[in-house]
Each structure stands twice: as structure tokens, then as C-alpha cells.
């Protein structure tokens, strides 16, 4: 029997190898790293020090890579001798040997679960009550009791735990370069097993496959508007698909979850305003006169009857969100409207923005400047100095204009400044 990609045995020829010579193994494309960060020593390392340029990419705030002590000895006959190769070289380790080194004397295994317990801890303490209506009874359940009950049954679901937390934690913390880097680990984790666990998904794996989807996807929007993101900025059409994703992910899975505080969570809906302003406000006039500009744009012969349509749709939602504040509608009830309109519009309008659509870009702006004039809760709006979703996107999405419809921006920046307020 020949293993994949060994050669074919020779034995009882003339060719035979004898046991004491070896095939010459082929060649890399690449020089081996030796004295690269153990991040790295898998792949290709640079090997800069104090962080080489993969994790500084991979792991924004890092500020040095776990490097692997290396010393050359030389022995009889000019032989170098260098240290053995670790038997476990793996991202892990290079986490665990990141963590912070106090109390002194632990071993990485015990740093990664101090670690781990000072997330859990800041998870049912802190995190919990600043995610979706965690203010409201049914809100506490699910974050605060269910989500940590299933952690405990579920390494897909404590996983996500961590990783949640350990994005709050860091926005609190930023000169902790270890928070970030723990986020981006557990969540790598996460939506590798994820995968897995939706091809597989049964009525005992139901709960927890739909409750590490919607901690997966609360991470993305938040480290989509990281300000420590390298590279240009996208906007989160991830996000957006994902939540289209969980909604389908519970029609297919609802007989398995009933009695579940999820079904609260999906069920859900947005009250919609009457679309009567009780008080006409200078903010409304703008509002009114700003949409009405943006809508005149619709009859241009480049516009399709049916991106028409979608345009139009937006826009009706647009003013119905802003009647809502100015009626004084619950905040959670704007909190969640703002949070969901792109999900609950036309599929072609997230096609449209994925094809940098100027109309439809400067739609998108004027949703997300509405953070601006509701109440601040970090799922949705991150925290500073670190998380700024509405200036991160403000700004992106002005940098994917041609210099023709930069005019589009001009409302979405009054309200994100402050100039034009309900």
C-alpha cells in the first residue's frame, strides 16, 4: 500500500535504495523561517522584530510576536547546532504564550485560562447588559442566562463567548494589545467550527449553532468599523448578508427550538411610524427637502425601472425612521430599525451597494449618520477611541464616490457633526 504523494516502493529491483542513503527531499518556493514568531514558524515569517508584517496585518494593536528563543552553537567540526523543533507550534501557543505573565510562575496553558475567566467574568458582568435590549427581561435571558448556559454545554458557543468579550474589553482597554488579538483568535476559531456545524446541525446542536451566528455576526459589524482595520474601507455587506442568514437559519431549524428565548429574538419586529409627523420641526423640513433632492436623481436615463423601485423603497424608509424620531419613538425600537434596514430592504440594494452604486451608497450614509441622533449602545455604535461606526463608514463610503456625487454626503455629515439635530 503507497501513501498519497509517496513514492512507489522499488523493492526486489536493482534500484532499491538501501537504508542507508535518503531521497532528497524537494526543495521549497520559500526560505524555511528559523528564527521567525511561533505565529508564523508554520508559514513564511519575515522575522522583523518586534512584530513581523503577518501579525502586524493579522492582529491590529499587537505590539510584539511570541519569538521563539534561538541560538547557534557551534559544535565539532563547524556544526551548527540549533534548538529542537517544537512539538506543538501552533497559533494557540503563540496566544497563550502572549498573555499577560502575571501572576508570575503560570504556564501558558495557566495564563490562557486566567484569561478565559477574566473574560467569562466581564462577559456576565458588563458585555451581557450592552447587547441587543439586554435592558429589557426577555433580552437578559438570552444574553445573560442563555447564551452563558449554553457556553457551558457548547465549546462553539464558549468560544464566541470569549471572543465577544474580549471585543468589548478592548475598546475599554485599548492599550491592552492582548484583547484584540484574543477577539481575532476565538473568532477564527469560531467560524472555522461554524461550518462544520451547520452541515451537521441536529436538534440537539440547534440552539447553540443559532446563538454563535448572531454573537458571529455582532463581532464582524463591530470589526468592520475598527479604526485599528488595515487596508481600505468595506462596507459590511457580511453583516448584512449573515443577518438575512440567521433569519433563514431559524425557518429551516424553528420546530427544533421551540420554547427557545431565541424565538423571542427572531420573532421580533420593528413597530413602523404612521409616516405623520406629529410636529413639523426644522429637523423634518430638512429631512423632507433633503430626500426629495436625492430622490429627483431617480429619473436620470441611467437609472433602471427597477433600481428605481429599490431607490424609492429606501427613501420611504428612510422618512419613516426619521418620523419615528421625531415622534419620540422607544429607543430600541430606532436602535433596531436603524440596525436592520439594509437587511429588511430588496435584496438589490445590498447588490447595488456591493457594485459601489453612488445612489445607493449615499442612501446607506444617510442610515447609518442616524446613529447620531439615537441612544449610544456599543453593539451597534462600538466604543471610542477604537470603535466609531458612524465616522469610519462616514468617511469610507466618501471615499468611494466619484468627485460628481460627493454632494450626496453633504446631509449625512450635518447630522454625524452635529449641525442638524431633531
Known sequence: MFLPGSPQSSVGTDDAPSFGHRHARPRRSFKKSRRGCRTCKARKCDEVHPICSNCSKRFPGLKSCDFEPFVEVTGQGGETLRPRKRTRNTVEDSLQASFAPHPTGLTPEGRSRL??????????NVT????????????????????????????????????ISALHY?????????????????FDKVVRNHRIALANVDRGSAEAVLATAILICHHTWISAHSTTSDGLYEVPLQTYYMARGIQALFDQMWPWLRGSAYLWYIERQPIMASGEIAHQTEWATNVQ?????VSDTFEDDDVSTEDKIIYE?????????CCAISNS????????????????????????????????????ARNLALLKVINTVWWLH?????????????????????????????????????????
Open 170 to 186: 478592548s475598546a475599554l482597554t485599548p492599550k491592552d494589545p492582548v484583547l484584540p488579538y484574543a477577539a481575532t483568535f476565538y
Open 128 to 163: 451581557c447588559t450592552q447587547l441587543p435590549d439586554g435592558e429589557l427581561a426577555e433580552g437578559r435571558r438570552v444574553w445573560s442566562v442563555d447564551i452563558p448556559r449554553l457556553a457551558f454545554q457548547s465549546d462553539l458557543v464558549l468560544n464566541a463567548l470569549f471572543g
Open 115 to 124: 484569561l478565559e475567566l477574566k473574560l467569562m467574568h466581564h462577559y456576565t
Open 382 to 422: 462600538g466604543l471610542e477611541p477604537s470603535q466609531l461606526v458612524t465616522e469610519t463608514s462616514f468617511a469610507g463610503i466618501a471615499g468611494m464616490l466619484p468627485n460628481e456625487w460627493l454632494w450626496i454626503m453633504a446631509w449625512p455629515a450635518k447630522v454625524i457633526s452635529g449641525e442638524m439635530r431633531p
Open 313 to 321: 423603497k429606501t427613501v420611504a424608509e428612510l422618512s419613516s425612521m
Open 329 to 364: 419613538v422607544s429607543q430600541q425600537q430606532l436602535q433596531r430599525r436603524v440596525a436592520t434596514m439594509p437587511v429588511r430592504l430588496p435584496g438589490r440594494f445590498l447588490e447595488l451597494i456591493e457594485l459601489k452604486d453612488p445612489r445607493a451608497l449615499g442612501l446607506l
Open 289 to 293: 427637502e433633503d430626500l426629495a433632492r
